[in-house]
């Protein structure tokens, strides 16, 4: 739908104005008339009563803007008139919202503002909405077994368009910004009078359920505000809007599932031979971690659930954590159909001995591990006696001239909606939309059984947000801690919380800039300061951390931290694998590949509805030889346009520093130039897979670093919605941008996949010391001068002073003056 039709479905002319938006329009007409408690918003929100009137109360007016108010009546009603016949279409706009309107008291100019929603747009789904939609969606139910059948897979907020999240940030929710939202029907003909809005449309959720019985995969858009009519169950404040049977795809793996799973197997009793076989009598030592099987060939087609389980074995002892990764079991063979939680295919084919229990394999405390741990270590404090220098209002958040929100999906765990910056005289600058992790992929390198198949689609077939960790104050987190909870939905339908699950604090970051005049030794140095928000996940042996980072400078930094146990095999005696590095005796961890998938929704300078955006790529070149190269010393920057998506599959290049730029096409800095930023790629790599690699098939996206497509609503997941099994090749981007969509002045989405080669140390195990990886947003002729000039002079403690005071430190703010040699020569 036009953002235009779509944003004046949820607004309306001034009450002495016809609404024309729907069926009801001449009732609505009489209400608004009738009604004798017609009330609005004052500054906090809260509602006051009003005259019983169907005028607002526009106190000392001059007659001309009343001749005015009753020349738009006229105007209305010859309009409501003229539609009465006719079926009312979705409007655009035929007025102007006011950039100068108070929108902080009761109206805006005397026009009503109703401020009810206590919700903004993009707040993640309450536990409360949650169950709703659970129960409205198993109130729908055609039958009892259908209703028994359903698994409910993710439950998430339904976005709504970009101009609806403009509307509540202009008129709804604090810090109120008008100017975010304008109507462009000002130039209409006939356009009458100033338009105001009542009330923002219902949240909405939506719902990813598999059903066992049939094994079918739907989606459902459920209305979390009308009352719904009396259902089975009572009444739920809910409706049913769709409901869409998906066919040929299986949704992603669920915990419940894989409890189950690991169960079943344990009971198979095949396999508890095959255990026995290896020696192994107690089976509560152990361990099957199910994985989806992807897609090899027909027998792993969607039309079954199925999932491929790993094997290890812990030792027994007396260490509460026993690392039973560290004794994977090798030659067994097991095929779990998930729908009927049954072993459908099961062969010992092979008989690899445990490998012995290694002294090295724990990672607990030392009492427990029989180790020593160091003493050596003083307490680190992080003191922040005044508090943060954040503020906090339900998921908004503002910080040294940011601002954002923070939102939450099971898939993709933590989002950052509408990035902006207070650029002073400026106003508020948007740079992103929407920020996330869409998709990770882990294919390993070893060409045996079963290596080759462990190609997990973290994101796809799990999901980030689904398997996040409560975090700890004081390990995960340091200093004055902002936390978030999380809500989901478990696979009967139920409502987990997990509490503290996104953590946001400040950190020092050393040196922001620096400069000491070497003539008159006067210095100036100001320290950096971050603001991080983050979350951490484990899917099986590996754990996850996803950090966005806000820079004083302007900068933001997406970092993933990798860190977890190795997954392991085993070896025979004397059996060495290239395709691997040696642990310890009998044990080898694979070389694999870690993929990330950011998803950047740009808005550089843009309002939302604005598509004034276009991607530039930039590449170092050397000046070839000749008259302008004189000394053969030359090199420039050359700048490359991307016209269309065809055109921007791009990958990196550190030989040319290549970099990609977002530019506003409208908005110009001091010196004339376009204003923007760029993404400036870190370390990187690409698949190490030839072309028919199998697991390429779902993950073709992997083939290039940098996609760039036109927004569209629909294309979130890079791989499609449902990669799990999926059959079809070249899902999702490969097969979006093949409609060449042109990529000039319009809204741009940048799909940015970065990786790191593993090649495992024995530094690795028994845990994995956090390995970094990301990129940065950085500011290009965004600013007229560095933003970070204004950062005040810092203070710190000083080491000797026994009191440990804070004291200016030498050289912040106040010049000195140093004695040298240098100094006296001069």
Same mark, same amino acid.
């Given at each position: ?122 707040? *993640?789904?309450?536990?409360? %909405?949650? !169950?709703?939609?659970? +129960? @409205? $969606?198993?109130?729908? &139910?055609?039958?009892? #077994? ?105 949704? *992603?793996?669920?915990?419940? %599932?894989? !409890?189950?799973?690991? +169960? @079943? $197997?344990?009971?198979? &009793?095949?396999?508890? #031979? ?553």
């Amino acid at each position: 739908m036009d953002s235009r039709a779509e944003a004046a479905k949820i607004c309306c002319h001034s009450t002495a104005v016809a609404r024309n938006c729907c069926d009801v329009q001449q009732q609505q007409q009489q209400q608004r008339c009738s009604s004798s408690n017609t009330r609005s918003s004052d500054a906090a929100g809260s509602l006051q009563s009003q005259p019983a009137s169907c005028e607002v109360e526009l106190g000392d007016e001059h007659e001309e803007e009343e001749e005015q108010e009753q020349q738009q009546t006229r105007d209305a009603e010859h309009i409501r008139n003229n539609n009465n016949n006719k079926k009312p279409a979705a409007l655009t706009f035929v007025g102007s919202l006011d950039p100068a309107a108070t929108v902080g008291s009761s109206s805006v100019k005397g026009f009503l503002v109703l401020r009810s929603q206590s919700a903004h747009p993009l707040d *993640p789904l309450t536990p409360t %909405e949650i !169950a709703v939609a659970i +129960a @409205t $969606v198993r109130a729908a &139910g055609d039958t009892p #077994e259908v209703r028994d059948g359903m698994r409910f897979v993710e439950v998430v907020l339904n976005e709504p368009g970009k101009n609806v999240v403009a509307l509540a940030d202009a008129y709804f929710f604090p810090p109120y910004q008008p100017m975010l939202f304008r109507s462009k029907a000002g130039n209409v003909p006939g356009a009458f009078g100033p338009m105001y809005p009542l009330q923002l449309p219902p949240r909405q959720a939506r719902l990813v359920v598999y059903n066992k019985k049939t094994n079918e995969t739907s989606v459902w858009l459920v209305e979390l505000s009308e009352v719904h009519a009396t259902a089975r169950s009572g009444h739920h404040r809910g409706k049913v809007l769709s409901s869409v049977v998906v066919p040929d795809v299986q949704p *992603p793996m669920d915990a419940v %599932e894989y !409890a189950e799973c690991e +169960a @079943t $197997v344990k009971e198979h &009793g095949p396999f508890v #031979e095959a255990m026995k076989r290896r020696g192994i009598d107690d089976m509560d030592l152990v361990m099957v971690d199910p994985w989806c099987v992807g897609y090899y060939g027909e027998e792993d087609a969607p039309s079954r659930r199925l999932a491929r389980p790993l094997v290890f074995c812990r030792t027994p002892g007396a260490c509460p954590l026993e690392n039973g990764y560290a004794r994977p079991v090798e030659g067994i063979h097991v095929l779990v159909d998930m729908r009927q939680m049954k072993v459908i295919e099961f062969e010992d084919r092979y008989l690899v001995p445990l490998p012995p229990p290694d002294p090295l394999r724990n990672y607990t405390a030392a009492a427990s591990r029989g180790g020593v741990d160091r003493t050596d270590i003083k307490p680190l404090l992080i003191s922040q006696p005044e508090g943060p220098s954040f503020r906090v209002n339900g998921y908004a958040v503002e910080w040294q001239k940011w601002n954002f929100r923070v939102g939450f999906t099971p898939r993709e765990g933590l989002v950052i909606h509408t990035v902006a910056y207070d650029d002073g005289s400026r106003g508020r600058r948007s740079i992103a939309h929407r920020l996330s992790f869409v998709e990770m992929v882990v294919p390993y390198g070893d060409p045996k059984d079963p290596h080759y198949r462990k190609n997990a689609f973290d994101a796809g077939e799990d999901g980030l947000g689904k398997n996040c960790h409560s975090l700890k104050r004081g390990c995960d987190c340091l200093g004055y801690i902002k936390y978030f909870d999380a809500h989901f939905t478990n696979f009967h339908g139920g409502v987990e919380t997990v509490e503290n699950c996104v953590c946001m604090h400040e950190e020092d970051h050393g040196i922001m800039w620096k400069h000491q005049d070497w003539r008159t030794g006067s210095e100036e140095v100001r320290r950096s300061r971050r603001l991080t928000v983050s979350f951490f996940c484990t899917v099986a042996n590996y754990e996850y951390g996803f950090y966005w980072h806000f820079y004083q400078d302007g900068r933001i930094e997406a970092e993933v931290k990798l860190t977890g146990i190795l997954s392991l095999g085993a070896l025979k005696t004397d059996e060495h694998r290239r395709h691997g590095t040696l642990i310890a005796p009998g044990l080898y961890a694979p070389v694999h590949q870690h993929f990330f998938v950011a998803r950047l929704d740009m808005a550089v300078d843009c309002k939302p509805g604005e598509g004034w955006n276009q991607v530039v790529e930039v590449n170092v070149k050397v000046e070839e030889p000749g008259p302008d190269n004189p000394h053969n010393n030359a090199f420039y920057a050359e700048e490359t346009l991307l016209r269309s998506e065809l055109e921007a599959q791009r990958d990196c290049n550190s030989l040319t520093a290549r970099h990609w730029l977002v530019r506003n096409t409208r908005t110009f800095n001091r010196t004339g130039q376009l204003t923007g930023y760029k993404l400036m790629p870190g370390s990187n790599c690409l698949p190490l897979a030839g072309p028919d690699a199998k697991f390429l098939r779902r993950a073709a996206f992997l083939n290039h670093n940098l996609w760039v497509t036109q927004y569209n609503r629909d294309e979130c997941f890079p791989g499609g919605e449902f990669p799990n099994q999926n059959p079809r090749v070249g899902e999702g981007l490969p097969t979006w941008v093949q409609q060449d969509r042109k990529l000039e002045e319009t809204d741009i989405v940048l799909w940015y996949v970065f990786g790191v080669t593993h090649v495992p140390r024995l530094e690795d195990w028994p845990v994995m010391p956090v390995e970094h990886i990301g990129f940065h947003l950085k500011p290009h002729g965004f600013f007229n001068c560095s933003p970070a000039i204004d950062i005040p002079p810092s203070k710190a403690v000083v080491a000797d002073d026994p009191d440990h005071k804070e004291v200016a430190v030498k050289g912040a703010g106040q010049p000195e003056t140093l004695t040298s040699t240098l100094m006296s020569k001069l």
